[in-house]
């Protein structure tokens, strides 16, 4: 696998000692298991036609990210839905 030099850094500090991985507050591993247990409650299916390039660069996005592209878009959507996500528009 290739490293950028950014990621070569970070694994450099990480080996190095100087940096460690955090550990998660109690709160933060709920918030976690809450968002995995939900993502296996969706009940309703729902097709939508998206422009070619629009599709291609969510693909782009959830690779980038090691998700499947269904699910960034429907995360994306939750997140419009819960105010998280806001349109320019205000």
């Not at 970070?10 to 933060?28: P, R």
Request: charged fraction near 30%; avoid cysteine.
């Amino acid at each position: 696998m290739k490293f950028d030099q950014e990621e070569k850094e970070i694994l450099e500090a990480y080996d190095s000692g100087q940096m460690k991985l955090s550990k998660f507050s109690n709160e933060e591993l709920e918030a976690i298991k809450s968002a995995a247990s939900n993502t296996f409650k969706k009940d309703k299916r729902v097709t939508i036609r998206l422009y070619e390039h629009d599709l291609a660069g969510i693909q782009k996005k959830a690779l980038q990210m090691g998700i499947p592209y269904q699910t960034l878009i429907s995360g994306i959507i939750h997140r419009y839905i819960e105010g998280d996500l806001t349109s320019k528009n205000g």
